[in-house]
């Protein structure tokens, strides 16, 4: 019995392995934050993407370069934002929805719903209307990204999917051409 009690006595003050230990706990959730922030990274440098892609498509609309003659659908405008997505482009197409608006006066423009249920709206509720000159522009432009960390959803705008959804919009009066 007095063997086993030293056996026992030995076993409790060694600490070989202690450290592996301490590591096994901690490595989960710190490999789950580190993921985080670089996921929270890569949405930010989308953001900035597309924000930059999306006001010069629509510059080219507030300076008169993108008409309704020239650009006659949502489909050739979302190639032209696309174009300028650079690391994005090749899957741009997919994963964006552009929503064009003229208004009358600033007080009329109102920021459209572009997700219901969880869902986007169908494509045929976006609009994509060019104004004339001097006319009042309202751009925006949706990009729907897969998310892998889950407990960033919480703080941003996602689909049932579980994807968030980036939106850049720009607002502007055409220039008199």
């Known amino acids: ?45 989308l953001s900035v993407t597309l924000d930059n ?6 510059r080219d609309i507030r300076t008169g370069l993108t008409t309704m003659s020239n650009t006659p659908n949502a489909t050739a405008f979302k190639a032209k934002i696309c174009s300028n997505m650079g690391w994005l482009s090749t899957s741009c197409t997919d994963s964006l ?12 423009v109102k920021a459209p719903t572009a997700i219901q249920n969880g869902q986007f709206i169908p494509a045929s509720s976006f609009s994509y209307t060019i104004g004339a000159g001097s006319e009042i522009q309202m751009v925006n432009a949706y990009y729907e990204w897969p998310m892998f960390t889950p407990f960033l959803s919480a703080g941003l705008t996602t689909l049932s999917n579980n994807d968030v959804v980036i939106r850049s919009s720009s607002v502007f009066r055409n220039e008199p051409f």
């Open 1 to 45: 019995m007095l063997a086993k009690f030293k056996n026992m006595k030995r076993a409790v003050k060694d600490t070989r392995g202690a450290a592996a230990l301490e590591f096994a706990l901690v490595a989960g959730p710190l490999i789950v934050m580190i993921c985080g922030c670089i996921e929270l990274a890569v949405i930010i440098l």
């Open 97 to 108: 929805r552009v929503d064009v608006s003229t208004f009358k006066t600033f007080n009329d």
């Open 53 to 58: 892609a999306t006001d010069i498509a629509a």
